[in-house]
């Protein structure tokens, strides 16, 4: 396909939106904004640390990840009932329709609810009549990809691999998330090898903060399909060339970089050299609550930032998506056909 045309903003952004894509990089407890913490604070009776939703807000100035995930795990303590879950999820699949997103793949951590005494069956309930209810009322692909918390123990996830074991056919994965730095890919080898026997697809955050050795042992010790972020593989040459010959997708999300500082701006980021290189490389929300805007809004800055992303990065980006998406194939090719059709205009 020659999708060599230059548009003016305006007419870029129209076409970021309404192209067909998948997002395969969101935290569903990252979608939960400022109002919604308050109505379910107020629900609940959970005290808030925060007055009101401008001072929440204004608390969202994070100088690394860490500072993120405090303020990310104290708003997720409004969460407690099913229909919590399910208000969140729904709130973001609405966004996810809006922004053109045809299939989406949502970690959740059900950890962080579990350690407060929120039932597994609670969060997974609320979570799977959202996910039905969006495709019924919504025509929105979705699946649940369960994250192991990277800064606890071994031990934790197996535990939590038992929990989630007599709901294994409303999730078609596990990753890993949380503090990177000191927590090695390697530490959960044997969970993921478990997940693997289960016939689970497996994919892990990497190269976000933590080193381009994280994205290597992720690959050889956890053997991950697709790594979350990766950013920080192009300082390892050797890398990159394996990712490009291997087509290992990379979750990149370029709002929560610079918000968590791993690129100073939006005009810094690697995602152009990324794609050049011959990446795999998608465009992701991560949190989209905390970091500044869904999706949409992660192309059309990131698009605006970086001149060397034009139409035929838009397309590039859309298929790449979807191709490494864990849809069936069938599903796949549909949207492809969509896609294409898409920006058949620009022959
Ligand atoms: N959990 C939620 N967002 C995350 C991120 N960007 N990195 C690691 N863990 C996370
Ligand atoms: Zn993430």
Redesign the pocket.
């Known amino acids: 396909m020659q999708v060599n045309a230059t548009l003016p903003p305006q007419a870029l952004a129209d076409v970021l939106r309404t192209m067909p894509k998948a997002e395969l990089h969101i935290?569903i407890e990252?979608s939960l904004e400022p109002e919604l913490i308050f109505e379910l604070a107020r629900r609940n009776g959970v005290a808030l640390a925060y007055p009101d939703v401008e001072s929440l807000r204004r608390a969202y100035a994070f100088t690394d990840?860490q500072s993120f995930?405090d303020i990310?795990y104290a708003g997720a303590s409004v969460l407690l009932k099913e229909d919590d879950f399910f208000d969140m999820a729904m709130a973001y699949f609405r966004r996810a329709v809006a922004d053109g997103i045809v299939h989406a793949e949502v970690f959740f951590d059900p950890q962080t609810h579990t350690a407060r005494g929120v039932p597994f069956e609670t969060v997974m309930r609320g979570l799977t009549r959202a996910r039905e209810t969006a495709q019924r009322e919504l025509g929105l692909s979705s699946a649940y990809i369960l994250c192991f918390l990277r800064h606890l123990s071994e031990d934790a996830a197996f535990e939590t691999l038992e929990e989630a074991l007599p709901w294994r056919e409303h999730f078609i994965g596990v990753g890993l998330?949380?503090s990177?730095r000191g927590h090695p890919p390697e530490k959960f080898a044997r969970v993921f090898a478990r997940c693997r026997q289960l016939g689970l697809r497996l994919v892990a955050?990497a190269g976000?903060e933590g080193p381009a050795a994280y994205v290597r042992s992720a690959l050889d010790e956890l053997k991950v399909e697709r790594i979350d972020h990766g950013v920080r593989a192009l300082e390892d040459a050797e890398l990159v060339r394996r990712l490009a010959r291997e087509r290992v997708p990379l979750t990149v999300?370029p709002l929560?970089n610079v918000k968590?500082r791993v690129f100073d701006r939006l005009s810094d980021h690697n995602l152009g050299q990324l794609l050049a290189s011959g990446l795999v490389a998608t465009v992701n929300s991560?949190?989209p609550a905390y970091f500044g805007g869904y999706l949409h809004q992660n192309f059309v800055e990131t698009f605006a930032a970086l001149p060397a992303l034009q139409v035929r990065e838009a397309y590039v980006l859309a298929r790449n998506s979807i191709e490494a998406s864990f849809a069936e194939a069938s599903a796949k090719a549909r949207w492809v056909d969509r896609l294409d059709a898409h920006f058949e205009s620009f022959h």
């Open positions: 935290h990252g990840l995930l990310y998330d949380s990177e955050h976000e999300c929560s968590l991560d949190d």
